[in-house]
Nanobody
Framework: VQLVESGGRLVQAGDSLTLSCAATGHTFSGYFMGWFRRAPGKEREFIAAINWDSGRTYYADTVKDRFIMSRDNPKNAVALQMNSLKPEDTAIYYC?????????????????????WGQGTQVTVSS
């Protein structure tokens, strides 16, 4: 299983940006996919997750109402649309997948629920 993120770049505060994560080698029916980020000097934090089958989404309070996570079943991919970006959104963004069913028991927020991770894509928001 491999996850490849793309779309990260330098943007201005207030801009919008969409990240993509393409998955190969596995289908995620019955499981979850998530987005996390790590800002300089900070711990990795949960951003969003999606139930692959139902499409139900979950968001951190810090991005709720600004970020939208979606899935593309035929393409086996997810996206993270980020609106009204702020300098504090600057971070490396990681796509993650649960292919063994941990999230069902742990919840969507703990990173330990995800066993496959992408390499990350840098998002920098200038003020």
């Amino acid at each position: 299983v491999q996850l490849v993120e793309s779309g990260g770049r330098l943007v201005q505060a207030g801009d919008s940006l969409t990240l993509s994560c393409a998955a190969t080698g596995h289908t995620f029916s019955g499981y979850f996919m998530g987005w996390f980020r790590r800002a300089p000097g900070k711990e990795r934090e949960f951003i969003a997750a999606i139930n692959w089958d139902s499409g139900r989404t979950y968001y951190a309070d810090t991005v709720k109402d600004r970020f939208i996570m979606s899935r593309d079943n035929p393409k086996n991919a997810v996206a993270l649309q980020m609106n009204s970006l702020k300098p504090e959104d600057t971070a490396i963004y990681y796509c993650a997948a649960d292919t063994v069913g941990r999230v069902g028991g742990m919840g969507v927020r703990p990173s330990g629920g995800y066993n496959v991770w992408g390499q990350g894509t840098q998002v920098t928001v200038s003020s």
